[in-house]
């Protein structure tokens, strides 16, 4: 069965460091989502991409994040240099298209931890 | 803004039903879900109703929509020790704000 693949599971890094995730979407979905979990808490959108262009990034800290999709497919989100409240999982999703556009789904997330 | 919201517990004996309820602001979005998340996990999607229904039964899952009160409700019948997680809707403009989770304990 196909899955969105993250890496690292699990990061833990000193606070004003750079910080870098990496998102594979189930092949052939177009659209592809980070959000935000802190504990405790749903999801937060951070950015969504539809191929490599960029649809919504509302919520995302532009300051200290960003996020790319250069081809399409994989992508990877980056904080630099993080704080301590960027402790969280960080999640990404993909969708495909038409009526299958509104199912998600989610990879087993990166937990970060700023120390 | 847009508001989703759950209320933070409920514990049930095994083989009782589960009712997890869920309010939301913005009744813009097309389909309304609900996800599973399990320690340590990603979510899963466990369902999603179509907004201009009322119901929707998947096995032991139902979906209840109540658009005029803007209430999205998750029944599960027969719960079992492995239903144990944390439950979020998703709700909003399209579809893309989450609840703050819903933490399903089940005793046997």
């Known amino acids: 069965e196909a899955e969105v693949a993250q890496s690292p599971r699990y990061k833990i890094t000193e606070k004003s460091q750079a910080v870098a995730f990496w998102c594979d979407p189930i092949?052939?979905?177009?659209?592809l989502y980070w959000y935000r979990q802190i504990l405790g808490q749903g999801p937060e959108l951070l950015v969504q991409?539809?191929?490599?262009?960029?649809?919504?990034d509302s919520q995302l800290p532009k300051d200290r994040f960003s996020a790319e999709r250069l081809k399409g497919v994989d992508s990877t989100l980056k904080i630099q240099p993080a704080e301590l409240g960027d402790s969280a999982m960080y999640l990404c999703?993909?969708?495909?298209?038409?009526?299958?556009?509104?199912?998600?789904?989610f990879g087993p997330g990166t937990r970060l931890t700023v120390t | 803004g847009e508001d989703v919201e759950q209320s933070l517990f409920l514990s049930v004996r095994e083989g009782d039903s589960s009712v997890i309820n869920c309010t939301y602001t913005?009744?813009?979005?097309?389909?309304l879900y609900w996800y599973k998340q399990e320690p340590g996990a990603g979510l899963q999607l466990l369902t999603y109703?179509?907004?201009?229904?009322d119901m929707k039964q998947d096995q032991r899952l139902t979906v209840l929509l109540n658009k005029k009160d803007k209430h999205l409700s998750l029944r599960i019948a027969d719960t079992q020790t492995g239903d144990s997680a944390i439950y979020f809707c998703?709700?909003?403009?399209?579809?893309?704000?989450f609840g703050s989770g819903t933490r399903l304990q089940v005793q046997p």
């Open positions: 999703a993909s969708s495909g298209t038409g009526q299958d556009s509104y199912e998600q789904y």
């Open positions: 092949s052939g979905h177009a659209t």
């Open positions: 991409f539809q191929d490599e262009s960029v649809v919504d």
């Open positions: 913005d009744s813009s979005s097309t389909y």
């Open positions: 109703i179509f907004s201009n229904m």
């Open positions: 998703r709700a909003g403009r399209r579809a893309l704000t």
